[in-house]
């Protein structure tokens, strides 16, 4: 890379009051840690999410394995997991909730006949107030001008403060580098018009990416005519996964 061109990056963030993590994703847009967008991939154009509809869900573990393909997750860690919901009348607030291997091989066969039984995708929301953001002390974790929460490797310090501060567990420390990883929304993917490898890959549709400013995606006529809910609303993190008729026991 120019070194001139980094240098003036590098001091055009300092002028902007930008963080490291900010300076680099500007300045690794045309290749590094993040896959790069394509050249004509607008970054303002875009905001990115992802719907989910529970009542589509099989608990097949196409996107778990499909993930860990794409991305090269290690064994035992999961940037998308499915876990499975099993209620016995009332209450519905203890349900039993399983996950064996995230999700990965599948579930087996309920043992419990007559329970209300269903299945819960989960992976980063990419919260556009993001509590992660807001405690990694040297800016590693990130938001980008179309959506994404990323991280920037080169900085994480894997010190876990941002493991400890996401409700909903989605990020891990990398067994081998030691550094914070969690899901990207599969940018390298999404910025070159594809679609992420879980959505890719689930037979039943039950997963879709949505670009919340194109007025012609779907998921505005989505969110209007259906039941549409986030995870822990409570938190006002500004979730951007999107489940349709999500039970009131999920955690």
Same mark, same amino acid.
């Given at each position: 890379?120019?070194?001139?061109?980094?240098?003036?990056?590098?001091?055009?963030?300092?002028?902007?009051?930008?963080?490291?993590?900010?300076?680099?994703?500007?300045?690794?847009?045309?290749?590094?840690?993040?896959?790069?967008?394509?050249?004509?991939? /607008?970054?303002?154009?875009?905001?990115?999410?992802?719907?989910i509809?529970?009542?589509?869900?099989?608990?097949?573990?196409?996107?778990?394995?499909?993930c860990a393909? /794409?991305?090269?997750?290690?064994?035992?860690?999961?940037?998308?997991?499915?876990?499975?919901?099993?209620?016995?009348?009332?209450?519905?607030?203890?349900?039993?909730?399983?996950?064996?291997?995230?999700?990965?091989?599948?579930f087996?066969?309920?043992?419990?006949?007559?329970?209300?039984?269903?299945?819960?995708?989960?992976?980063?929301?990419?919260? /556009?107030?993001?509590?992660?953001?807001?405690?990694?002390?040297?800016?590693?974790?990130?938001?980008?001008?179309?959506?994404?929460v990323?991280?920037?490797?080169?900085?994480?310090?894997?010190?876990?403060?941002?493991?400890?501060?996401?409700?909903?567990?989605?990020?891990?420390?990398?067994?081998?580098?030691?550094?914070?990883?969690?899901?990207?929304?599969?940018?390298?993917?999404?910025?070159?018009?594809?679609?992420?490898?879980?959505? /890719?890959?689930?037979?039943?549709?039950?997963?879709?990416?949505?670009?919340?400013?194109?007025?012609?995606?779907?998921v505005?006529?989505?969110?209007r005519?259906?039941?549409?809910?986030?995870?822990?609303?409570?938190?006002?993190?500004?979730?951007?996964?999107?489940?349709?008729?999500?039970?009131q026991?999920?955690?």
């Amino acid at each position: 890379m120019d070194t001139s061109r980094r240098g003036m990056v590098q001091d055009t963030a300092k002028l902007l009051f930008l963080t490291p993590a900010a300076a680099w994703f500007f300045d690794k847009l045309n290749g590094a840690e993040v896959a790069p967008p394509e050249p004509k991939y /607008e970054l303002a154009a875009h905001y990115w999410g992802m719907t989910i509809d529970v009542e589509k869900c099989i608990g097949c573990g196409n996107c778990v394995r499909g993930c860990a393909k /794409e991305n090269n997750v290690p064994a035992g860690f999961f940037r998308t997991w499915v876990e499975h919901y099993e209620i016995d009348g009332w209450p519905e607030e203890h349900p039993e909730v399983s996950a064996p291997n995230g999700g990965f091989d599948g579930f087996p066969q309920s043992k419990h006949e007559g329970w209300k039984s269903f299945f819960i995708p989960k992976l980063c929301n990419h919260c /556009e107030h993001s509590p992660c953001v807001q405690v990694c002390p040297v800016g590693a974790t990130f938001e980008t001008p179309d959506g994404l929460v990323l991280v920037d490797k080169t900085y994480c310090l894997g010190c876990r403060y941002c493991v400890q501060a996401c409700p909903y567990g989605c990020r891990y420390i990398d067994p081998q580098k030691e550094v914070v990883d969690k899901c990207t929304l599969c940018y390298h993917r999404i910025s070159k018009g594809l679609t992420t490898a879980c959505c /890719e890959v689930c037979p039943t549709g039950c997963r879709t990416l949505v670009d919340l400013k194109n007025p012609k995606d779907p998921v505005h006529e989505f969110i209007r005519t259906n039941s549409v809910q986030v995870l822990k609303p409570h938190m006002a993190t500004g979730s951007k996964v999107f489940y349709r008729a999500l039970d009131q026991s999920v955690r």
